[in-house]
Nanobody
Framework: QVQLVESGGGLVQAGGSLRLSCVAS????????TAWFRQGSGKEREFVAA????????YYTATVDGRFTISGDNAKNTVYLQMSSLKPEDTAVYSC???????????????????WGQGTQVTVSS
């Protein structure tokens, strides 16, 4: 049974930084794509960033590109989301997700991911 547990959320002022962590148990991230999604209050869930552990490539939605960085630590079986220059519109519950890599996978589509964490709240005050 694969479990993902996020941590690192909290309250931060606009312009500040936070680092989210997602630890996997029951399996490793090797051979997977791991992503961060977020859902603001009253909004639909949206893709934030993804990391392909095989290729090392990362993907970002346009609204966070240049401000957020996704990275992984194989030894710790952990994926991180470093968030900088945070804006009030970044306020959301952030969830990590994982899926086995497959040809033609749409990394930005939540339906591609089989495993999800419970989420961690990020609140950015103006």
């Amino acid at each position: 049974q694969v479990q993902l547990v996020e941590s690192g959320g909290g309250l931060v002022q606009a312009g500040g930084s936070l680092r989210l962590s997602c630890v996997a148990s029951g399996s490793t991230f090797s051979g997977s794509v791991t992503a961060w999604f977020r859902q603001g209050s009253g909004k639909e869930r949206e893709f934030v960033a993804a990391l392909n552990w095989n290729s090392g490539r990362s993907y970002y939605t346009a609204t966070v590109d240049g401000r957020f960085t996704i990275s992984g630590d194989n030894a710790k079986n952990t994926v991180y989301l470093q968030m900088s220059s945070l804006k009030p519109e970044d306020t959301a519950v952030y969830s990590c997700a994982a899926a086995a890599t497959r040809w033609g996978m749409d990394n930005m589509n939540a339906h591609e991911y089989q495993y999800w964490g419970q989420g961690t709240q990020v609140t950015v005050s103006s």
